[in-house]
């Protein structure tokens, strides 16, 4: 079994040979960590590895983790990348340097008004739903612009970039597909506005489509910390 090292390692090459096939810079991808589910010492080993940026969906979970780490490493960037619901908007805008799954204006203005001000704007993306699915999170690409538009009056927040999770394909040309009308969405946005640079896409299964894309982060979870066991989350 490969250690947690080796795994970073492998997806870390993987990226590079990903970028380097598209002719793109690989320091232009990076790497976030999903650690949900995964215990303490988990991210202890990736962080020793020299892993510094984490993903969680679940509210609880993410913030015991940011707690326990932060006072010895507080160079760690935590980012929150799951649904949010209203009651739960405070912890995050309270604890996470990300958040990725900005989908409406009420949560948006949650977020902006509960984040302290003794820390930095929570650094946001818009989360698309590209497949147009009603089950799945996300705003429409019809109303991205207003929601970019809307979150540019909150003082509190500053707006990264786009995020999205398509409908998972294995074909390569079909995973193209997939995040070929997100990129373009942010090429168009980001030529009016100089701190839109993260386009969050790609996951374990459909990574080098992302990075063919344009993705400038990949979410990894199982290939670096193995499956998940979903009995154990708060």
């Given at each position: 079994m490969c250690s947690i090292r080796q795994n970073l390692e492998q997806v870390t090459s993987q990226i590079d040979s990903a970028a380097q096939k598209c002719g793109r810079d690989a320091s232009?991808?990076?790497?976030?960590?999903?650690?949900?589910?995964?215990?303490?010492?988990?991210?202890?080993?990736?962080?020793?590895?020299?892993?510094?940026?984490?993903?969680?969906?679940?509210?609880?979970?993410?913030?015991?983790?940011?707690?326990h780490f932060?006072?010895?490493?507080?160079?760690?960037?935590?980012?929150?990348?799951?649904?949010?619901?209203?009651?739960?908007?405070?912890?995050?805008?309270?604890?996470?340097?990300?958040?990725?799954?900005?989908?409406?204006?009420?949560?948006?203005?949650?977020?902006?008004?509960?984040?302290?001000?003794?820390?930095?704007?929570?650094?946001?993306?818009?989360?698309v739903n590209t497949s147009g699915e009603e089950s799945k999170s996300g705003t429409g690409f019809d109303d991205v612009k207003t929601l970019a538009a809307?979150?540019?009056?909150?003082?509190?927040?500053?707006?990264?970039?786009?995020?999205?999770?398509?409908?998972?394909?294995?074909?390569?040309?079909?995973?193209?597909?997939?995040?070929a009308p997100l990129s373009a969405l942010f090429k168009e946005m980001q030529a009016t506005r100089p701190a839109f640079d993260t386009l969050s896409m790609g996951m374990s299964g459909d990574m080098d489509a992302a990075i063919a894309s344009g993705s400038t982060m990949v979410r990894i979870g199982t290939a670096i910390f193995g499956a998940r066991d979903y009995s154990k989350r708060t």
């Open positions: 232009g991808v990076q790497l976030l960590a999903v650690s949900k589910t995964k215990p303490i010492e988990a991210i202890a080993e990736a962080v020793a590895a020299g892993q510094t940026r984490f993903g969680e969906n679940y509210v609880q979970e993410g913030v015991e983790k940011i707690t932060r006072a010895h490493h507080p160079e760690l960037e935590w980012h929150f990348i799951g649904p949010i619901q209203s009651n739960k908007t405070r912890p995050v805008a309270e604890h996470f340097d990300w958040v990725h799954s900005v989908d409406r204006s009420k949560i948006a203005k949650r977020l902006s008004e509960q984040r302290p001000d003794s820390l930095p704007p929570l650094q946001v993306l818009i989360q809307e979150i540019d009056a909150m003082p509190n927040l500053t707006l990264r970039g786009l995020m999205c999770i398509p409908q998972p394909e294995d074909d390569h040309q079909k995973q193209l597909a997939a995040f």
